[in-house]
């Protein structure tokens, strides 16, 4: 066992920026633009407005090892792609039994939740929302308001990203804009 030592971090609930600074990832539409429903409104933004970002991820890396817990924020940039909301990829941990921990910072979100099973859940998110994400659950989360949505995360440090079938065929449950609203719909792809 080796021991690690304690120590703070200061969490922008705004901008969801870590302080000291950590390992921080950003995700542009480039990077997932074959996600979204409309792939053809996907290509027109890239051509015309070029390769915006979508969000963005900061959090403290730990070593790979049982009862570690890596932590940081996330921040999803307000808007939509042919009328679907920004949203992060979305994953299943690779060790399926590891759950997590989201809590809002700021803004107006969504969290999606499925399992391999086909259940699905849609927890809507502010600032002070704790939402738990149970063991086997995939878990992606969506902006659906005017302003950044921010939200802080706790996960298991082995518990490992599996995008590969999130990337494959996207979440059963598409948040789209209906008369200007956030509303479900059911992707096409698992009808
Ligand atoms: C970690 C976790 C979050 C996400 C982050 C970005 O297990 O669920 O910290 O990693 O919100 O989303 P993805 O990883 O789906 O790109
Ligand atoms: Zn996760």
Redesign the pocket.
């Known amino acids: 066992m080796s021991l690690s030592l304690p120590f703070v971090t200061q969490v922008g609930f705004d901008s969801g920026t870590l302080r000291p600074p950590h390992k921080r990832?950003q995700?542009r539409l480039s990077d997932m633009a074959l996600m979204y429903a409309d792939r053809a409104a996907a290509q027109r933004i890239l051509a015309q407005e070029g390769d915006r970002l979508i969000?963005e991820?900061q959090?403290v890396e730990l070593p790979s090892a049982e009862g570690q817990l890596?932590h940081?924020s996330?921040r999803i940039l307000p808007g939509d792609i042919g009328g679907e909301y920004h949203m992060?990829?979305?994953?299943y941990?690779a060790r399926r039994e590891q759950g997590?921990v989201?809590f809002g910072l700021s803004g107006r979100g969504m969290l999606l939740l499925q399992t391999e099973q086909g259940a699905t859940s849609a927890l809507e998110m502010s600032a002070g929302s704790a939402a738990y994400?149970p063991p086997y659950w995939a878990?992606?989360?969506v902006n659906i308001g005017a302003e950044d949505f921010v939200?802080f995360?706790v996960?298991e440090a082995r518990?490992g990203?599996d995008?590969a079938s999130?990337e494959r065929d996207g979440f059963r449950q598409l948040v789209v804009m209906r008369d200007g609203a956030p509303a479900l719909a059911q992707n096409p792809k698992y009808a």
């Not at 992060?88 to 994953?91: A, V």
């Open positions: 990832i995700r969000y991820y959090f890596p940081g996330t992060t990829k979305g994953h941990h997590e989201y994400v878990h992606r989360t939200f995360s996960w518990a990203h995008y999130i």
